[in-house]
T-cell receptor, first 110, second 114 residues
């Protein structure tokens, strides 16, 4: 039973356009959500997070939206840059334990 | 050090052998986690330490896996009688406390059992 799902394994976007990465979850007890970015041969790097009491959090080019009724969150990157090309994981937590999705590979085309 | 450090970066071992994977967390972080990432999957939780004690080891797949953190800082993940299915990237992370918030990950140890 996969509690956190990223249904798009890959996404290609032109440089300068918006990238939208999606994530769905099933457990309504999750109260904190995070996005991590991972380059090859490196560990995941924290990108942005959102508490379940909010529906939006913004940090520079990155915005995370949370729709609790739909159990859905999304990461918007605008404008997308070639350096954003990586695998993006969403994660959900209730306490200390993160449940990760399977990741979406983003490729930003120059 | 500035970040979470894991050694070795790569480990190749023969089936049936014993391996130890080391994690140096960020100084002052009381919470430490081990995750395992198999090909094409997201990281999966193995064990969580708060200080020296394993607060939750429910993710360890079987009794061949064991982890310690004797002084509340460095942690070692130990795998006995390794099997080919143990091949994965083992990730360590640490955070200030166990409260929800970003955990900082190391670069991982890629374990290959041949």
């Amino acid at each position: 039973d996969q509690q956190v799902k990223q249904n798009s394994p890959s996404l290609s976007v032109q440089e300068g356009r918006i990238s939208i990465l999606n994530c769905d979850y099933t457990n309504s007890m999750f109260d904190y959500f995070l996005w991590y970015k991972k380059y090859p041969a490196e560990g995941p790097t924290f990108l942005i997070s959102i508490s379940s009491i909010k529906d939006k959090n913004e940090d520079g080019r990155f915005t995370v939206f949370l729709n609790k009724s739909a159990k859905h969150l999304s990461l918007h990157i605008v404008p997308s840059q070639p350096g954003d090309s990586a695998v993006y994981f969403c994660a959900a937590s209730q306490t200390y334990k993160y449940i990760f999705g399977t990741g979406t590979r983003l490729k930003v085309l120059a | 050090g500035a970040g979470v450090s894991q050694t070795p970066s790569n480990k190749v071992t023969e089936k049936g052998k014993y391996v130890e994977l080391r994690c140096d967390p960020i100084s002052g972080h009381t919470a430490l986690y081990w995750y395992r990432q198999s090909l094409g999957q997201g990281p999966e939780f193995l064990i969580y330490f708060q200080g020296t004690g394993a607060a939750d080891d429910s993710g360890l797949p079987n009794d061949r896996f064991f982890a310690v953190r004797p002084e509340g800082s460095v942690s070692t993940l130990k795998i006995q009688r390794t099997e080919r299915g143990d091949s994965a990237v083992y990730l360590c992370a640490s955070s200030v406390s166990g409260e929800p918030g970003e955990a900082f990950f190391g670069q991982g140890t890629r374990l290959t059992v041949v």
